[in-house]
Nanobody, 121 residues
Framework: QVQLVESGGGLVQAGGSLRLSCVDS????????MGWYRQAPGKQRELVAF???????NYAESVKGRFTISRDNEKNMVYLEMNSLEPEDTAIYYC???????????????WGQGTRVTVSS
């Protein structure tokens, strides 16, 4: 069953902006931490931004000051606002529901299918 679906990727020139969206079809969205990850060709997948269930955020050094992660618990959505994009930001971006515990049950992590972002120089 579909649980996380990303959208908003595309081709943009360096210096431009994109907004990625991720909708979570799960019923416990508000208790889960969420993350945006990316994987560039030939590189390992890396954490880009993280937001806890309480709204605390954390960013990779390479995107600090340029990217903003946010969430809307009413809509089960998490967003990644990306500004001042650089060619080095080119990658497939994945939304992830982090693993969690709820009522004694382990909720395993869930990944979306990814959305491609290409930044031209």
């Amino acid at each position: 069953q579909v649980q996380l679906v990303e959208s908003g990727g595309g081709l943009v020139q360096a210096g431009g902006s994109l907004r990625l969206s991720c909708v979570d079809s799960g019923i416990l969205f508000r208790i889960n931490s969420m993350g945006w990850y990316r994987q560039a060709p030939g590189k390992q997948r890396e954490l880009v931004a993280f937001i806890s269930s309480a709204g605390a955020t954390n960013y990779a050094e390479s995107v600090k000051g340029r990217f903003t992660i946010s969430r809307d618990n009413e809509k089960n959505m998490v967003y990644l606002e990306m500004n001042s994009l650089e060619p080095e930001d080119t990658a497939i971006y994945y939304c992830k529901r982090e693993a969690n515990w709820y009522s004694g049950n382990y909720l395993q992590e869930v990944w979306g299918q990814g959305t491609r972002v290409t930044v031209s120089s």
